[in-house]
């Protein structure tokens, strides 16, 4: 009796009461919504958004630096072999291969000036087996590029001097740099400052006492610097 009993009940009781809640019959129970889906997206981007800003930046600052040292190096350089060049000029009134000459450019504004200066210098490191001396000609010049878009710094050398080979005749050119925006060059006298300098008819006027080197590049980098010239 107990157990007919027992299995009546069972029968009439409710499925609700049987079946356990399933999260599949309830919708709204877990997941993510549309609007909360587009807003984690839309964060998600701006994060990205600051971090690649950031990232930009920092590049971009590199390559800047990177710049300015390149041209700081470039500007050094130039500044180097012309202040050595120079300093180890030589003139004698008795020699006629010696000189020194300096020309100021046909620019109508000075701080775009390509200057051209030549001379004879004891910097000419002899090659081996050679009659060479430690004297030779130095010279810098601007020409037009080869691909015609702009300037060049020339360096010209010419080794052997002789009475044969009058002064700024001659020689071989070598390109040091197409970056050179301008050149300046001023000569000191002992009491003024002069744009132009030439004592291959003029003996007498011997070397300036110094000579004022304003390098502008095309980055924009102005250096300045004063070389005292040697007999």
Do not use: C
Request: proline share 4%.
């Amino acid at each position: 009796m107990r157990s007919a009993e027992w299995r009546q009940s069972t029968e009439t009781v409710p499925v609700d009461l049987v079946v356990p809640h399933s999260a599949l019959r309830i919708p709204h129970s877990n997941g993510f919504t549309l609007l909360e889906v587009l807003i984690a997206v839309a964060i998600m981007a701006g994060i990205m958004t600051v971090i690649y800003a950031s990232f930009a930046t920092a590049s971009r600052n590199i390559e800047q630096a990177e710049a300015k040292r390149d041209a700081t190096d470039l500007a050094r350089t130039l500044l180097t072999k012309l202040s050595n060049d120079i300093t180890n000029a030589y003139f004698s009134p008795t020699m006629t291969e010696t000189f020194f000459y300096g020309r100021k450019s046909a620019a109508e504004q000075d701080e775009f000036r390509f200057d051209a200066i030549a001379f004879t210098t004891l910097t000419n490191w002899r090659r081996p087996n050679s009659k060479e001396t430690e004297l030779w000609e130095v010279g810098y010049l601007f020409d037009e590029t080869p691909e015609k878009n702009g300037r060049a710094l020339l360096r010209k050398e010419k080794r052997e001097l002789s009475r044969d080979s009058p002064p700024l005749e001659g020689g071989v050119d070598f390109m040091l740099t197409d970056r050179v925006k301008s050149l300046r060059l001023r000569y000191f006298n002992g009491l003024v400052w002069t744009e132009d300098w030439d004592n291959r008819s003029q003996r007498s006027l011997l070397l300036p006492k110094a000579v004022e080197i304003t390098l502008v590049l095309d980055e924009g980098s102005l250096y300045t610097m004063q070389v005292e010239v040697g007999q």
